[in-house]
């Protein structure tokens, strides 16, 4: 069966330091992985998406940014922290389909989460 | 580009009464529709999805809910809730053709009374 990490739990760090938020995938090859924002009452907000190594696509402008150095390796990074980063940062993985493919018709799976505090 | 609605942020319900968290969505084609469930600190729990076919969706932990065209709607039910449910719920939806990515609703927070 398939599992997706995420670490840390929870990470407090102060403005302006830098940020690592590392997602894995086991039980599958090649997943789609993506990185969520959710602040309080705002919902989720997509940041970034992966449908392969080094491929990447961004969502929103940020100081935000996101690799995948390995197939089911997801992280995300930022070189200098704002307090508007504060959040609950949420992985998912989702079957790839292939080009062509419904994508979107594949569940989503979400991991634990982590709860980033900068002050 | 698809978009959802949640139009309540809040509902207060009494354990054993029913449940219905309504969902609206904007697509110009039917879409896939997904209902989570989130608790306190934790990641997101699929409860359904519709993609074709019968329109009354089954799910897990008793849930339902129904995919009604004409209204662009996908409202979640369930007819007597357990203080277990007590929850944040997300309406998500995806794009038919050449679209990898989910868009989610803000969310309704579920309290349950005695």
Known sequence: ?119 | AQSVTQPDIHITVSEGASLELRCNYSYGATPYLFWYVQSPGQGLQLLLKYFSGDTLVQGIKGFEAEFKRSQSSFNLRKPSVHWSDAAEYFCAVGARFGNEKLTFGTGTRLTIIP
Do not use: M
């Open chain 1, 1 to 119: 069966s398939q599992t997706i990490h995420q670490w840390p739990a929870t990470l407090v760090q102060p403005v302006g330091s830098p940020l690592s938020l590392e997602c894995t995938v086991e039980g599958t090859s090649n997943p789609n992985l993506y990185w969520y924002r959710q602040a309080a009452g705002r919902g989720l907000q997509l940041l970034f998406y992966s449908v392969g190594i080094g491929q990447i696509s961004s969502e929103v402008p940020q100081n935000l940014s996101a690799s995948r150095p390995q197939d089911r390796q997801f992280i995300l990074s930022s070189k200098k922290l704002l307090l508007s980063d504060s959040g609950f940062y949420l992985c998912a993985w989702k079957k790839n389909l292939g080009a062509g493919g419904q994508g979107s018709q594949e569940t989503q799976y979400f991991g634990p989460g982590t709860r980033l505090l900068v002050l």
